[in-house]
């Protein structure tokens, strides 16, 4: 019933429906609309199956225009240093990681037949792992930023880890932390 509701609108398998239900919604406020997408964790080896998704977001967001799209992180999955040890750097793995993630912004981006007002991405744990490498590992400093995730390319703001940015009264972040673990 709610598939056949939804094909009308470009959205045709169940995997594109759980896509838009689980991976996107839209927030009114202030009379704009806030597109949201959550973790995606886009790998080399699951970056095809992650566009059928990202297909499926747009249809979703060139039908209804969010005037704001909000990335709420994990977008990169940065499994190459995932349990990084200092002195263990592969860049090779590194540039891979890099590389599906931004084949994959510019494929969203690419399908996006309207102009948002603005775009914000709140980094996750996942792409923190880049400023956490840098912290630890200081002789690979001049190889890994959060620059080589390309967003002003896009035009899209960068939020730091774990830092909210306030968008029209409601506060964004990966995730927030609270009680005395900061969990």
């Not at 995932?82 to 599906?100: L, M, Q, T, V």
């Not at 896009?154 to 009680?179: A, N, Q, T």
Request: proline residues 3%; glycine residues 8%; neutral net charge.
């Amino acid at each position: 019933g709610e598939l056949a509701a939804k094909q009308s609108s470009g959205i045709n398998t169940i995997a594109q429906l759980s896509a838009i239900q689980s991976a996107v919604c839209i927030q009114e406020t202030k009379k704009q609309s806030h597109g949201i997408i959550p973790d995606m964790q886009v790998t080399p080896g699951n970056l095809d199956s992650c566009k059928s998704s990202l297909l499926a977001i747009a249809n979703y967001f060139n039908k209804v225009q969010p005037t704001i799209i909000i990335w709420l992180g994990d977008f990169w999955d940065m499994e190459s240093i995932r349990e990084y040890k200092k002195g263990d750097f592969d860049s090779n793995a590194y540039k891979r990681d890099i590389k599906a993630g931004n084949d994959a912004m510019s494929y969203l981006q690419s399908l996006l037949t309207y102009k948002p007002k603005r775009q914000v991405f709140t980094c996750g744990n996942h792409e923190g792992r880049i400023g956490r490498v840098k912290k630890m590992d200081k002789s690979v400093d001049a190889f890994i930023s959060y620059d080589d995730l390309n967003l002003k390319q896009f035009g899209v703001e960068f939020v730091d880890f774990m830092l909210p940015i306030e968008v029209d009264g409601i506060f964004y972040c990966h995730y927030f932390s609270s009680g005395p673990m900061g969990k």
